[in-house]
């Protein structure tokens, strides 16, 4: 199982991105983005399983929406309204027949 992530990038305040997650090896059925800013832990942004349903940790709600194209077994983050302190690392991770696998990561760096 391989995961790709894309997207991130340097962008200002109020700004908005879009991350792509390719996954070879796996359906996406079960899938979620995480981050990790320095210094800090990883932790979930957001996740998708099986029918859709989407969650959401609550410092994104409302600016963030997860979703997936099942056919090209791509995962999405669209990012809206950026702040500083959604800059991080950001891995996409599917969980697949038992197991989690993550991808390499992407930066998103927002400037105020």
């Known amino acids: 199982v391989q995961l790709q992530a894309s997207g991130g990038g340097l962008v200002q305040a109020g700004g908005s991105l879009r991350l792509s997650c390719a996954v070879s090896?796996?359906?996406?059925?079960?899938v979620g983005w995480y981050r990790q800013a320095p210094g800090k832990e990883r932790e979930w942004v957001a996740r998708?399983?099986?029918?859709?349903?989407?969650e959401y940790t609550d410092s994104v709600k409302g600016r963030f929406t997860i979703s997936r194209d099942i056919r090209q077994r791509t995962v999405y983050l669209q990012m809206d309204s950026l702040n500083p302190e959604d800059t991080a690392l950001y891995y996409c991770?599917?969980?697949?027949?038992?197991?989690?696998?993550w991808g390499q990561g992407t930066q998103v760096t927002v400037s105020s």
């Open positions: 090896g796996a359906s996406v059925t079960v």
């Open positions: 991770s599917v969980h697949y027949r038992g197991g989690d696998y």
């Open positions: 998708m399983v099986g029918g859709g349903i989407t």
